[in-house]
């Protein structure tokens, strides 16, 4: 017997790396993710599925048949995106992902389609929607302690605030998490709400005010075994996204 859209697992369309790797004889350009992404889904009850930067034009094809995306972390966001000059210390423009993974936010937002983006991610969903990021944290804090470097996290205390869908899922108050970030919000985009501070006034989350459902973190919530909850969140929006997208309606809007 076929499952129908409500009993199936979600499809999670989990975006990636685009590297040079080696493997064995090899050294090529290769797509690829850290597992704890892939298991933060799989753990929750969805299925991650790869989404490598390539043309994006074929966004929507992409995930047309998803019903969640996760942006994940990685390298700065091009500050030309956002109309100021590059600061001395922030990454190379890679202007592949920073085009691909764009254009797969705004195809989720025709479709109404759940989205957590992580780090990066929210870095850049803030972007797509007109606001600005902080290029380099220590000029305008004084602190390196959102990256101490070496591949090591730094763990510190964000504040989730009251009344948000984010106290929905975490809960109200401090949230210890897993940080490793240079760049961080400067001006909200059109739509997001501040959901989450740490003690310096840096944005920590954000959600999204219209119907659609957007949560991003700074943070590395995949980095956290012992919680899932913003997963177990999206996979749970998820299967509700599989259950209106099956109505001829939401295949009409999606359009």
């Not at 004889?25 to 799989?42: G, I, K």
């Not at 984010?166 to 001006?187: K, T, W």
């Not at 959600?207 to 949560?215: A, E």
Request: one cysteine or more; proline letters at 5%.
């Amino acid at each position: 017997m076929v499952s129908n859209d409500s009993e199936r697992a979600p499809l999670i369309g989990v975006t990636t790396y685009l590297e040079r790797a080696q493997q064995g004889v090899w050294d090529v350009r290769a797509a690829f993710l850290p597992e704890q992404y892939l298991t933060s889904v799989t753990s929750c009850g969805g299925v991650a599925l790869l989404l490598p930067p390539q043309d994006p034009d074929a966004a929507d094809a992409a995930i047309a048949g998803m019903d969640g995306l996760i942006l994940t972390g990685g390298a700065d966001v091009a500050p030309e995106l956002y109309g100021e000059q590059r600061h001395p210390l922030t990454d190379p423009a890679r202007t592949d992902r920073d085009a691909w993974e764009l254009a797969l936010f705004r195809a989720a937002e025709r479709r109404r389609m759940p989205v957590l983006a992580i780090c990066r991610g929210l870095q850049l969903v803030n972007v797509a929607r007109g606001g600005s990021l902080q290029q380099h944290l220590p000029d305008s804090l004084g602190t390196e302690r959102y990256r101490v470097g070496g591949g090591v996290f730094a763990e510190n205390e964000v504040a989730v605030a009251r009344d948000t869908a984010l106290a929905g899922m975490l809960g109200e108050g401090d949230v210890r998490v897993h940080s490793y970030h240079h760049q961080g919000i400067d001006r909200l985009g059109d739509g997001l709400v501040a959901a989450a501070h740490s003690d310096d006034g840096l944005v920590q989350a954000f959600v999204d005010t219209s119907d659609g459902h957007v949560v991003g973190v700074q943070w590395h919530p995949e980095e956290n075994a012992q919680d899932r909850r913003l997963f177990e969140d999206l996979v749970s929006q998820a299967r509700v996204f599989a259950g209106r997208a099956s109505t001829p309606q939401q295949k009409e809007d999606a359009r």
